[in-house]
């Protein structure tokens, strides 16, 4: 069961990211040969107009064949991709990005419906640091952490989870007041401590979506900030998961039989969906981020960059990508089999 629910939920995410090049495609004049769900071997397919839809063997996402995509010359198609302003290229290649995003948003909505919100408004003082938290009260709004925006609880766990100082400056709505005031952590066994609690609350629909907004702000900070710990070595690759690993968290979840078990897999989907549109902006040649600077450096520059040489860093690009799902898939069944 939750290998079924992980190819679907995968599958709808690949498909929706690939229908928002799609659409934006088409709508540009682009000639778009195919539109394929699943991979491999055709198992039906029909075509209407200039394109054709597919169904292939393997149900694990889906592909959209532009003309003039990956070509090693220039297309001289005048309905090709490669062949689009630059603009017009950045925002083909956002689309697929920006579905997975918004998937994820109103996932988050439906979910801060269901549960409630938590802002980043002090509930209360937490026991153990009663008589030491003496600076941050109750009813405190949190609105800022050093430069850094707040808007959720989430917000304020992630800065915390990432403190490494004795004294911080917390901006905070006091009866309609701005106040800047300087925190010292509390250091525990796991980490830095506000000392304070915070409590979930209702939410109409109008907020739901706002806070679905905060959520995904949230998720893609966590990405860059994880990007960041990879490329710095604060973490290692053995700290990344992959579809194996998904799976296994998936059948975790499912086995604990309650009625908001399946808000706790929506949950975990939300957040792959916005970590996958995030993921895919990076500026890693293969991915999409990797062709939005190629079609920056030609808005900037007036240049174009030889097919050549642009599919020849793609390939790379996509070979470094394959390494690393192979390394991270088998250090995942390797997790599992310990």
């Known amino acids: 069961m939750a290998i079924l629910i992980t190819i679907i939920a995968f599958g709808i995410m690949v498909v ?10 088409k709508s540009f004049g682009v000639q778009v040969h195919e539109f394929a769900v699943g991979m491999g071997p055709k198992l039906f397919s029909f075509g209407k107009g200039e394109t054709k839809y597919s169904l292939r063997l393997f149900p694990i996402g889906g592909f959209v064949k532009l003309e003039g995509e990956n070509e090693l010359e220039e297309n001289d198609n005048p309905r090709s991709f490669s062949n689009l302003k630059p603009i017009k290229r950045i925002l083909v290649l ?3 990005a920006f579905m997975n995003i918004l998937l994820g948003i109103l996932i988050f909505a439906f979910i801060n419906v269901k549960t409630g919100v938590t802002p980043s408004v ?24 050093d430069s850094t925006n707040i808007h959720t609880y989430d917000d304020v766990a992630l800065f915390m989870s990432r403190a490494d100082k004795s004294e911080i400056i917390v901006t905070v709505k006091r009866n309609q007041e701005k106040l800047e005031i300087p925190v010292k952590p509390f250091k525990t066994e796991t980490g830095f401590k ?8 209702n939410a109409n629909v109008f907020t739901a979506v706002r806070y679905a907004f905060y959520d995904a702000v949230h998720i893609t900070k966590s990405v860059l900030y994880a990007v960041g710990d990879l490329i710095t070595g604060r973490v290692g690759l053995n700290a990344l998961s992959g579809p194996v690993e998904i799976v296994s968290v998936v059948g975790d979840v499912t086995s604990q039989k309650s009625d908001y078990t399946y808000l706790a897999v929506l949950m975990l989907f939300a957040m792959i969906t916005v970590n996958l549109g995030v993921f895919n902006l990076l500026p890693f040649p293969a991915l999409d981020g990797g062709s939005i600077v190629f079609a920056l450096y030609e808005l900037i520059t007036r240049k174009k960059v030889k097919a050549e040489i642009v ?5 790379a690009g996509f070979v470094l ?5 192979v390394y991270v898939t088998v250090g995942d069944i390797l997790a599992i089999v310990k």
Not at 138 to 143: F, L
Not at 311 to 315: E, R, T
Not at 321 to 325: F, G, K, N, T
């Open 122 to 145: 002090i509930k209360d003082i937490a026991p153990e640091f009663k008589t030491e938290q003496t600076v941050l009260l109750p009813e405190d709004e949190i609105i800022k952490m």
């Open 16 to 25: 929706l990211h690939e229908l928002g090049h799609f659409i934006l495609a």
């Open 311 to 315: 599919g020849y860093i793609s390939a």
């Open 194 to 201: 506000l000392g304070v609690i915070f409590e979930a609350q």
């Open 321 to 325: 990508l394959m390494v690393l799902a």
């Open 94 to 96: 956002i689309a697929g």
